[in-house]
């Protein structure tokens, strides 16, 4: 009787405090619902949409405030002037500037998800911001997207792990988290009107459930609406998307906020979902009229239909219920906190991610890590070892208070080196929409780099993509899979001069490798942010043990992606339509069931130690339907230095009466080790998870049958396969 006291004591309090929530839960309700009767159709109407470029209003007389928004998803971008897309010209809005979500998804580490999110979001709440712009979790399916480096790679498991701890960070600050581009934006050339083909399958298993764990594991307040129709409506307003999926089947309570400039039609966007209205007109992408807010769609010819009565009041009093509920949780929760920025704290979470999101690739004869003690020539060669990778890529440029190049970090941390530097290559500056060329000579520059090269004892090359136009930036995609500006040839030129050369990649794509047997080592390095810098001499000098794992593969030549095989109508599309015809098979799933070797895989990265996994198991060896499969498995660090290893599963359904991909990812872990240490680590994965989507039932369908789990530490690198049955 003592004994259970407690219990009961706790179950009281718990009960107590879920009836509290609901109290607070049916006050903000019935306030809502004592606002929406004080409005007139007008006020109503003026929530719906833009009142500047990153504005809507509020209601004035009843003390309703505007809502802010500001983009994200890397860092809070600087303010913008109030109907054009330039810079407002502040001088207090620089931020920290984060890795870019390839490099947070590069970790597979949750927990550091997490703290990217918290530490923007103060940031964002530091700028009175209510809504920040992104995460984004388009799926990686082409190299070519300009901008994948906003996503978090090419499978959805992965991405939906790592975009919830991220929305719980940032709306822990009363700012809303605004999930994008809900649907299908998987490459940026046509992507105001290229209408989206494919199956349901394809949809339900590869592009939707980042977004599902959004909403529902993450229950982020607002989403954004893609550019791009899919089966013939605009994304911002399709009923099957918006209505059926977001809203009935997902209960998505939050607001659907356009893309800049993507609502098309006043009705569609009324009936089929959308809440605000931002950028049509005046977003620098269509034609530019300035202060024409209320001609938007969801302005004045809105009011017109539901004055009429074609459109009933209950449609926009679900938009704005939606956008007070909104506001209840941001600029109207007089409890929220005050946010900081660009405090020590940030740029140390930026570095930490940055660090831990490097990928090493390749380590021939343990080239890396560089001994920061001994006395030796680095020649650091190439633009992107001092380029700045926070200006330029669209959207999610950054005004940043510092960024420290790749250059300076390695002169910083390599203090016993002669560090030489040349250029090698240029691009010319980075501007919008448009391909400036270098006023600088290549002849000259390459000469410089090779003279450089010959004296030296190691050549970092740091290259790869920028963030300009057809690079890594937003508005159309790269033209080509190789590396731009004459880097191949003249990589292949410094190698001929000095062969013990690496390769530190910044970029947030895959790229074509014909040297790489020839480098010693290679880093994939993606867009760092501020810390950019300290982050690579962190791992170059073994300051920090690297753990990145690659968040997609990299194919040896463009064809071997799936997009890539079925001709134009697959990718880009002809220009109205566009098939997904490699339908399930994005990624690795491609790869490994059509056995086209890549030239890295999904989740491989090395260390700069060694790692052995054993006894992996499964509890039991057949499952029903509703059960949970334990595995686990030990992992031991068998080499010298402490260093962290991420352990993958993979599932096959091995007696599918549909294609089932070779491999699915199931879960993963990511696990820190002293030298010598043992530790085990366990996965529950639930059996329904091992279901496919039924095109013929539009469900979920788990078959009786063998399956197998894979269990390694990237998706070619399985160390041990467990066989069992699900019984229905
Ligand atoms: C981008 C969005 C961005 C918006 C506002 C659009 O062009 O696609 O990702 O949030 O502009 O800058």
């Known amino acids: 009787m003592r004994k259970r006291l407690p219990i009961i004591l706790l179950l009281v309090i718990l009960n107590v405090i879920q009836l509290l929530a609901q109290v607070e839960h049916n006050t903000i309700d019935n306030k809502i619902e004592e606002i929406i009767k004080q409005l007139s159709l007008k006020e109503k109407i003026d929530m719906c949409h833009a009142q500047s470029k990153f504005s809507s209003p509020g209601v004035p007389r009843l003390g309703i405030p505007e809502i802010w928004m500001s983009d994200g998803p890397h860092g809070v971008r600087a303010e913008i002037a109030w109907d054009t897309w330039d810079h407002a010209g502040w001088s207090n809005d620089s931020c920290t500037a984060f890795p870019a979500l390839t490099c947070l998804a590069a970790t597979f580490n949750p927990q550091l998800s997490y703290k990217y999110g918290k530490a923007i979001g103060e940031e964002a709440r530091y700028r009175k911001k209510d809504i920040l712009l992104g995460p984004g979790v388009n799926i990686y399916r082409t190299p070519l997207n300009g901008r994948n480096f906003e996503y978090m790679g090419e499978d959805p498991y992965l991405a939906s792990k790592l975009v919830v701890p991220y929305i719980k960070g940032v ?11 809900y649907i299908l934006n998987n490459q940026e ?14 949809l339900y298993e590869i592009y939707l459930p980042a977004f599902k764990a959004a909403v529902l594991e993450g229950e982020v307040w607002s989403i954004m609406g893609a550019y791009n129709k899919m089966r013939g409506q605009f994304c911002c307003h399709n009923e099957l998307l918006v209505n059926k999926i977001l809203k009935d089947d997902w209960a998505f309570e ?4 356009t893309d800049w400039g993507a609502t098309h039609d006043t009705k569609e966007a009324a009936i089929y979902g959308l809440d605000i209205e931002m950028g049509t007109g005046t977003d620098g992408l269509t034609s530019s009229s300035k202060n024409a807010y209320d001609n938007y769609y969801l302005a004045n010819p809105f009011l017109e239909l539901l004055k009429s009565g074609e459109i009933d009041e209950s449609v926009v009093d679900d938009k704005v219920r939606r956008i007070l509920r909104l506001m209840f949780r941001t600029n109207m929760d007089k409890n929220r906190p005050y946010g900081k920025m660009t405090n020590q704290q940030h ?45 330029g890529g669209g959207s999610s440029e950054l005004k940043t208070k510092h960024e420290i190049s790749p250059l300076n970090g390695i002169q910083k941390r390599f203090k016993n080196a002669r560090i030489v530097h040349a250029m090698g290559y240029a691009s010319g500056p980075s501007v919008y929409g448009r391909v400036l060329p270098t006023s600088l000579n290549a002849d000259s520059l390459k000469r410089a780099a090779i003279e450089v090269a010959e004296e030296a004892d190691i050549v970092l090359f740091v290259g790869g993509l920028n963030k300009s136009h ?5 508005g159309d995609d790269r033209k080509q899979f190789e590396l731009p ?15 013990n050369t690496a390769v530190v990649m910044v970029s947030g794509n895959a790229v074509e490798m014909p ?8 880093i994939q390095a993606w867009y760092l942010g501020s810390e950019a810098g300290h982050a690579i001499a962190d791992v170059l000098s073994g300051d920090v043990n690297p753990s990145g794992k690659l968040p997609f593969s990299f194919p040896v030549k463009l064809e071997d992606n799936g997009a890539h095989s079925f001709g134009d109508i697959s990718y880009p599309g002809d220009g109205i339509n566009q098939e997904y015809k490699e339908d399930i098979l994005v990624g690795y799933r491609w790869h490994d069931t059509k056995k086209i070797k890549p030239l890295f895989a999904f989740g491989y990265g090395m260390s700069y130690t060694t790692f052995k996994m054993m006894n992996a198991k499964t509890d039991k060896s057949t499952y029903k339907n509703g059960e949970v499969i334990k595995v686990s498995c030990e992992i031991k660090n068998t080499g010298e230095t402490k260093g962290a290893e991420v352990i993958q599963v993979y599932a096959n359904d091995v007696e599918a009466s549909v294609l089932r991909p070779l491999k699915e990812l199931k879960a993963f872990n990511k696990v820190m ?27 979920w369908n788990l078959e009786s049958g063998q399956f197998k789990l894979m269990v390694g530490t990237s998706s070619c690198d399985i160390k041990k396969v467990l066989q069992f049955k699900v019984q229905n």
């Open 347 to 391: 740029f140390d979470v930026a570095r930490e991610i940055a660090a831990e999101g490097i990928v090493l690739l390749k380590n021939d004869k343990a080239f890396f890590p560089i001994d920061p003690d001994t006395k030796q020539t680095i020649a650091v060669i190439g633009e992107n070892a001092t380029r700045s990778m926070t200006v």
């Open 189 to 202: 050339h046509w992507r105001d009107h290229i209408n989206v083909k494919l199956s349901d399958r394809a």
């Open 673 to 699: 080790l002293n030298a010598g240490e043992v530790q085990t680590v366990t996965f529950e994965i639930p059996v329904n998870d091992l279901a496919f989507f039924d095109n013929s039932i539009m469900d």
């Open 515 to 522: 040297w790489i047997s020839k480098v010693k080592a290679l």
């Open 470 to 474: 057809h690079q890594d930036c937003e």
């Open 254 to 257: 939050g607001v659907l906020v």
């Open 171 to 181: 709306q822990e600050n009363g700012v809303a988290a605004c999930v994008k581009h």
């Open 485 to 499: 500006f004459g880097q191949d040839d003249l990589l292949n030129e410094i190698l001929k001069v000095n062969k």
